[in-house]
């Protein structure tokens, strides 16, 4: 166990007695991290810090339910992601979740001078409009395996579903932005090693 994992241990078992400066401290160090997480899902950064302080209020609310041996990062994680899917879903169903056009995008964003920086912006701008295209999981799986840089046994964790799925939905989620890639912009694929 790492010194950050231990220091999250300790402020997990404060937390479970009630204390409010260890909460504090909790937020502090996770806000970030959590909300990065959050805004690469739902592409909104207010709603990604609402989700954020949902998933701390729900935890300070069920403080005394904390498992000893849990892993406090570990269980924001897996909050942020199900808040976050859920509230993509109330989107969904509501109507409300907008298809940005590429170009209208690009008209919009402001790109910096500099050939590197503007291909560096529109590569993100064209990822970002193509991960919306993917079905839900498998979006979910590519931004916290690809993008947040988290292990395919940590996605497996936050999402509950077995590592094997996790590197399925991966396998499709990379075809499918190779294919949409490949027929919409040829030009890139001299640049995405990946693919």
């Not at 950064?45 to 609310?61: G, H, M, N, R, S």
């Not at 990062?73 to 989107?91: A, K």
């Not at 940005?100 to 690009?106: G, I």
Request: hydrophobic fraction near 40%; charged fraction near 40%; proline fraction near 2%.
């Amino acid at each position: 166990m790492n010194e950050k994992s231990k220091e999250l241990e300790v402020l997990s078992q404060r937390i479970r007695k009630g204390d409010v400066d260890a909460f504090a401290l909790l937020i502090e160090k996770l806000k970030e991290e959590l909300i990065g997480i959050a805004y690469r899902m739902m592409e909104d950064l207010d709603e990604a810090k609402d989700v954020v302080q949902e998933c701390f209020i729900k935890l300070w609310d069920s403080r005394g339910r904390i498992r000893k041996e849990g892993n406090i990062r570990f269980l924001l994680r897996r909050m942020v992601v199900n808040l976050s899917l859920d509230l993509l879903r109330r989107r969904k169903r509501e109507s409300q979740m907008r298809k940005a056009v590429l170009r209208e995008e690009r008209e919009i964003f402001e790109l910096p001078s500099g050939e590197q920086e503007r291909f560096v912006r529109e590569l993100s701008l064209i990822f970002s409009h193509l991960s919306n295209e993917l079905p839900e999981q498998e979006r979910t799986i590519f931004i916290l395996r690809e993008i947040e840089g988290l292990s395919t046994d940590e996605v497996a964790r936050i999402l509950d579903i077995a590592p094997s799925t996790v590197r399925n939905h991966l396998m499709h989620a990379r075809a499918h932005l190779r294919r949409e890639i490949k027929s919409r912009y040829p030009e890139l694929l001299n640049y995405w090693k990946k693919l």
